[in-house]
């Protein structure tokens, strides 16, 4: 009868566990590689540069896009 009870206790306080957490969400590429690009590590500084020229050649896309659709 001990034995019934005490493996009760155990499987109530198991399914009583602890704090569940919400799914952590994964970062995106550009998230990641912007990480990436701020350590030390070999090749980190390549990466960075590839980021701002990405950046800098979206901002051109998009200032050449405003212009072509403010022309009638």
Avoid: H, W, Y
């Avoid at 701020?38 to 051109?60: E, F, M």
């Amino acid at each position: 009868m001990n034995r019934a009870r005490f493996g009760g206790l155990v499987l109530l306080l198991a399914s009583c566990g602890g704090k569940s957490e919400p799914p952590k969400q994964p970062l995106s590429t550009r998230a990641r590689e912007s990480a990436l690009a701020k350590t030390g590590l070999p090749g980190a500084t390549g990466i960075g540069a590839a980021l701002r020229v990405s950046d800098s050649a979206d901002a051109r896309r998009k200032r050449e896009d405003s212009v072509a659709n403010a022309v009638p």
